[in-house]
């Protein structure tokens, strides 16, 4: 997958489509995984301090293959900004890695940062944090979600640099 864009360039070419083509998420998200800039199909989660739909997702295949080639999706997890457990550590981070995934963002903390740094992945999340959660398979797959008050629907695309995120209805590169 290519990572040749700017989120910049993207919401110069972009700033007047209609928000149900085109949004930016706030600059609330700060970098965890190795990977800086990435990009992908989103798949979408929905759970409040239970990673267990986390780990299903990232133990899960997380590439497609295209007419333009293999492409990594992205995990978008609506956490209800949670800071008080982390949805994801060093052992999903790894798997996420390992399995394809181009990025997870989370809408809220993570934990084990010095590991999360070395993986080839993007991670973005709210903050840090060492309490792990609770498991109770609960929460929601594959709807659409409010991130800080931006809807991310499943099959969008998500694309991440240094300068933000952002979200198209449609593949842009």
Known sequence: MTTNFATCDLCDAH???AVEQFRVLPPVFKDFGARRVFCGPVVTLKCFEDNSL???????????D???GRVGKVLVVDGASSLRRALLGGNLGAAAARNGWAGVVIDGCVRD???LAQLDVGIRALASIPMPT???NQGLKDLALQIQGVWVKPGEWLY???DGMVISATRLV
Request: include cysteine; proline fraction near 0%; aromatic fraction near 4%.
């Open 15 to 17: 700033k007047n489509d």
């Open 66 to 68: 295209t007419q333009q």
């Open 134 to 136: 609770e498991k109770k």
């Open 54 to 64: 986390v780990k299903a997702a990232v133990d899960a295949c997380g590439f497609q």
């Open 160 to 162: 991440a640099d240094a």
């Open 113 to 115: 940062v010095a590991e």
